[in-house]
Each structure stands twice: as structure tokens, then as C-alpha cells.
DNA sequence: ACGTTCGGGACGGCCCGTTAGT
DNA sequence: ACTAACGGGCCGTCCCGAACGT
């Protein structure tokens, strides 16, 4: 599994390391820049953390915008599987968005990856960079999803698929962050189940 | 570099003109606080849009941090005043608040130290400063109004007034900073707008 | 004793209070120049420890130099005083240098002023000032005494005068400074006695 | 703004550059603080001095402090070499005493790193680092010479090998101090004799 | 290709000595 | 005798290349 450092060097794949290399940077960093943001997080404590030197981590990575937007865009991809994943079960609209919403808090609280980059794109504003703008591809997924459910008259007269996708994310967004800064996390589940109760209520159509 | 003293107001005495040195600083220093956060906020650009010298900031205040503070504790003064005058306006519980959520809203748009302090809040691990602990006051508040409109009845059964004062915080929240985000807070009172009718009808009992 | 700061009035003398003023921030100056030294002294802890205000040093002492001038000056006038009083005692030339000595070395490990100018003197160098140049004056006395120690025939054969001042002051300033580095001048005079034997032994004739 | 790599030598490769480097940043740092002391020197200085750049010196020595323990490690790495090699010379304990001073001397007047190392050592009191004892190892290595001395009969009665120690660093110590203050070091050797002829006639046993 | 060593500039926060205007 | 403010300097540290192995 490991490359043998010793001598004889077999190292066939140096290439392999190279990757290894890379994902350990990039899981380094996206945890520094869960804790601490773009800004506080130094290259050189990363390149520290992940055991290597700084120069490694630039040959990986241009400068720290792109390490930025390679960790948000390693978050990024993981939603479309999901969402992919979640429709393949079978459920109606609104039960799929339930059940989507419940693995993402999963995500939130467990995955490094996720947290970096969520935590960078609330930072977008200070980083050069060009983040993708966040919020909008989850909005546009919540409204494909609640215009199922209008479709199927599972959505509450009066409430418009855009006007509830919204508020979905915005109220996700909200119990997440404030979980994370009361309690770190610790009770995103709870919190969650809380608020679902309460925006399903008024969102889906009474049975 | 620059002679403030000169030209402008004939600034009448010391005192007055110290006074309105340190509010001029803690103005422009919620505004970069908000703009760009604590730590990309250097006080060197602050003193200069101020148009005083770094030995003036330090002068009114000891430290980045102690900056930092005064500024929250500046927007954290506001709401008790707040909350006082609207319950003066003899409104039923579930009504006062929706007023004092709007007015909330309107201060989240308008008042710079108001968003300076927010800014703040959210950055909190990574000021070395002790800030008071957010989100805690107004979920106490909020619960405290829920609880009389429990009492009197104008709470949808199964929702619990800690609940109810969690998820409308919460939900606050991240339609605020998403507003902020995605649109600069200019739509702010519409998505206000969209997530009050969305929860007080969850929260509410139906008349 | 103290001024009556009621009404009334009587401040009979400001001029008494502004003398006493005058000499705290002399004695505290001193105090820290001789355990921090010229540039590592800042005047605002002085005013603090003066419990004044730093306008208040800057009334008196035009500048840090100016005030660093006032205590080594302040020191030196000691020396003549100590120096006719010793010469009243009626002691053959040699038992004078000794006493006078002896009596020195008392003031540097009691005299706060004295400790705070010897330190500034060493650090002469580097205090724009112009500070009279040390060792000199001391070098000449001791001249001079060794002077009437030869005259009373009490000089050993093949030491000048010159000479032997110049090791005394030299042999009593080393002795002085490892004194204070090593323990803080707590075994100071046992340390003056051990060199003051073996210094004298070489100088003086043997009777 | 200096390319200081350019021109000049070819630098062979980068090792020795670094090593080159690290010397010439010891070198500029031990005169300046020999000339002005530790905090009257400032880094910056330094590195332009040096022609470098403060990264670079940064990248040599963590810190201020780190780089005046070097320069005063050092200056002490030389004595023990220096008392080998005079011990080597088969001279009586009292000729070895005498030589090993006189060398001192020599390299007070001549060396850099030693007139840098003491200029420390005297400021000790006001670095936060922990720079090793001064004084004490001098005192150590005379002791064990005098107590050779008094073995071989070579010490005048009365005078025990620890005082004789003690007298010989202080004479030293304050000889070399004085000249450097009033003549730049310029008449050391000669003050230095002066005071060798002193000291050794109190201290070594008539022939 | 992958990684390191060495070094370059640029600020950033702090704080200090000093001076106007009371 | 003080309050308010100025201007400048210092240490630290950060992000980043260029030269050099391997």
C-alpha cells in the first residue's frame, strides 16, 4: 500500500504517491478551512499538518485561490450523486426531498470536504478568486423537486415552488450554522428533525 | 498626512471631538467588519477611511479585538430598546412578533453597526476576544413571546415555544445571509417576507 | 500635609506640590532605566508607575533624553558631597581611598538614583543626549588621592598614581556589574571586600 | 530591491549560499548589537546591511531572540578551544592564567562575534530568551587554574583559588568595559597590562 | 514528474515619543 | 497639568518564486 522509501526503488508509480499526495492536501486544508477560514488558514501550517513542504503543495496547487476552489468544487460534486441516488429510491416528491435534506445534514455534520467548503463559499466575498455561487444550484434542485410535488398536488395552495425552495435552503442553512456555532454540531440532527417538522408543515398539502 | 481638525466643522471642544472621533472609527470599522470580516479588515485601511492616523484608533481603543467588541456590544444594545417599544404598542403576542421580526429586518438592512456585529458573530472562533455568546439572547426572547402566546393560546398545538423561538432564529438567519449573499440584503424584506408567512403559519394556530 | 483639593482653595503652593511631582518622576525613572534600561523604559509606564499622566512628565522633562539627563546628573552631584565629607574624617590618604570606596559601594546597592544612573552612563552610546562622560571624574579623584598616598609615601614602588586609580574604578565597576548580574547585588559589599584586599594589597606600600 | 544573488561570486550551489548567508547574517547581527545593543537593533537594518532581505533572515533565525542566543553561543563555543590549546603550550599554572588572558584580551578587542556575544551577555536582564549564565563558566575554568596553581605553590597565602577567580573576571570584565567607553577598545592591551600587573602581583606567591 | 531549500517583498498589529489645544 | 491625536518604526509572518536535486 505504501511506496517503499527504501532502496531498490520499484517506485513504479510515483504517480500514485502524486495523488496520494494531493488528496492528503486537499483534506488537510479543507479541514483548516472548516476551523479557522481562508484567511487564518496558512499555507505553511497546512503543508505542516499534511507533512510535507510548502513547495509540494505548490506544485499541486497554483496559489491558495486554487486550493480554495478545488475543495469547494471536490463539495460540489458530491450533490448531484446524492440527489441522483435519493430519486432512484422510488419515493414521491416530498418524500424525496425529505429524505435528501436528511442525508445532506448528514453530510454537514461528518464530512471534512463538505464543511470546508462550506465554510469558504460564506467567506466568497474575500476570496479572489471566482467561487461558483453557492445557494442558487440548491435552490434550483429544491424547485425541480417541490414543481414535482405541485404537480402531484402534494404542495400546500398558495405556496409556490420557488418561494418554498428557498425558504428550505435558507432555514437549512440557518439551523446548520447555528448548531455549529452553539453546540458544534453536536445536536444537527435534532435541530434538523425540528425544523423539518415545522417547514414541511407548512410547505406540503395537508394529506 | 491628513489634518482632519482642519476644514470641516469648527469641532467646538476636545471632548466633542473625541466623542465623535470614536463613533466616527467604530462606524467605519463596522462597515469593513461587515464588508470584509475581522481579520481582513486591517486598521491601517481603517484609520485611513476614517481619515484619522492609527495612533487615534489606538488611542480610543486598545486593541483590533477590544474594536471588535465595542462594536458588537454597540449592536447588541439595540435590541433590548427594541423589544420594549414594540411591546408598548398593545399587540397580541403572535403580532408583536411579526412586528419585531420586521423591524429586525429593516435594522439588518439599514444599520451598519447592526451588520458589522453580525459579521462578527458569525466569525467568532477566530477572535481571540470573548464575545458575548450570540443567537442565545434572541432565542431567549423569542421563547419568552412565544410562551405568552401559548398562554393565550395562539400557538398551533405540538409546537413548543422553545422549538418555535429555535427555527424562527434559525431561519432569521440564513434568510439573511443568504440575501446578503446572493442579492447585497437588496431583497431583503421580500424573503422576509416569504419565510414569515411560510413559518407563523406552521407556528401559529389557525383562528 | 497634603493640599486640600476642596473648594476654598488655599493652594497656597502648587509650586510645593509640582516639587514633589518632580522628584516621583525622577525616582521612578530611575528605578525602571536601572532594571530595563534607556530604550526598553517606556514613558508611559513611567507615568503609570508615577501614577501622573504622560503630559504631566512632559511638563517637566522636555523630552525622555532630557529626563535621563536629570538622573545621571542627579547622581553625579552625590559624589563631591561624599567625597569632602570622607576627606573631614582625618584619615591617612590610603584609609581615605578606602572608606570613600567603601561608602560607594553602599549607594550603588542602596541609591536608586545611583543604580539608574550608572546603568544610563553604560548605555551612553545609544542616548542621543549628550551625557558627561563617565569614569573620568572618578578616575580623576582616585588620582588625586593616590596622588597624596605617593606624596605620604604610602604607594608601592613602580605604581603610579594614574595607574592605580585607573584599576580601582575599573576592578570596582566589573566588580559591581557581576555583582548585579549574578545576584542582583545581594553579596555586593562581601564581593567589594575581596577585591578591595586584593586591589590594595598591590597598591598600597607595605608599612 | 537588492538582487544580491546576482553579480558578485557564481554561487556554486545552494547549500553553501545558505551557509554563506546564515554567516553573514551573524556577523552583520553581532556588530550591530555589539555597537548598539539589543534593542536598539533593529532587524531591518540588519537585513539591509546584509543585503538581504528580512525573509530571509526569517528564514535563518525564528526570531530576534533566536538570533542573539546564536551569535552569543557562539561567541562561548570559542573559550573552551582557546583553553585547550594554551593549556597545550606546557606553561607553570600562573604563566597559563596569564596567556589565556592575554589571548582574551586579543580576541575582545579583535573579534566580532565576541564583542557582539558580551554586549548580550551584559544585556541579559531585558531578553526574553534564555541565554546561558554569563560570568559563571569564566569563573569555573580561572578557579580550576588557580587551584593548579595553589597545588604547584604558586599562590601568594591568603588568597584562595575562588576569590583570586573571582577578582581576575571582575578586574577583566570592568577593564575592557572601560576602555571600550572611553577609547573604543583602542588602548585595551595596554589598560589590560596595567591591570594584569596588579592583579598578578596580589595574587601570585613571591618567586 | 515530484519535491525541497532558500529567499523576496509586503503589510499587519502594536506601541512609542511627542505635540496641540485646552 | 491633562486629553486627544499624530506619525513613524518594529517584529513577525505570510504568500509566493527561482534554483536546485532526484
Same mark, same amino acid.
Given at each position: 500500500m505504501k511506496t517503499p522509501t527504501s532502496a531498490g526503488r520499484p517506485v513504479r508509480n510515483q504517480q500514485e504517491r502524486a495523488i496520494h499526495t494531493r488528496a492528503q492536501i486537499l483534506r488537510t %486544508?479543507? @479541514?483548516?478551512?472548516?476551523?479557522?477560514?481562508?484567511r487564518q488558514t496558512s499555507l505553511t501550517t497546512v503543508a505542516?499538518? %499534511? @507533512?510535507?513542504t510548502k513547495g509540494a503543495v505548490y506544485f499541486h496547487f497554483a496559489s491558495k485561490e486554487a486550493l480554495a476552489i478545488a475543495v469547494v468544487e471536490e463539495q460540489y460534486s458530491r450533490w448531484p450523486n446524492l440527489v441522483t441516488e435519493v430519486r432512484g429510491l422510488g419515493l414521491s416528491p416530498i418524500e424525496t426531498v425529505t429524505e435528501l435534506l436528511d442525508r445532506t445534514a448528514i453530510a454537514f455534520r461528518d464530512d471534512v470536504i463538505v464543511r470546508g467548503g462550506v465554510r469558504l463559499q460564506t467567506e466568497r466575498s474575500l476570496i479572489e478568486a471566482q467561487l461558483p455561487q453557492p445557494y442558487t444550484a440548491w435552490i434550483g434542485r429544491m424547485t425541480a423537486l417541490l414543481e414535482d410535488a405541485d404537480a402531484a398536488g402534494q404542495l400546500r395552495p398558495g405556496v409556490t415552488p420557488e418561494a418554498g425552495a428557498r425558504v428550505l435552503v435558507e432555514g437549512f442553512f440557518g439551523m446548520q450554522h447555528i448548531s455549529d456555532t452553539l453546540n458544534g454540531r453536536a445536536d444537527l440532527m435534532e435541530r434538523w428533525g425540528e425544523m423539518r417538522e415545522i417547514l414541511m408543515y407548512a410547505i406540503a398539502a395537508r394529506p
Open positions: %486544508a479543507a @479541514e483548516m478551512f472548516a476551523d479557522s477560514g481562508f505542516e499538518r %499534511a @507533512e510535507i
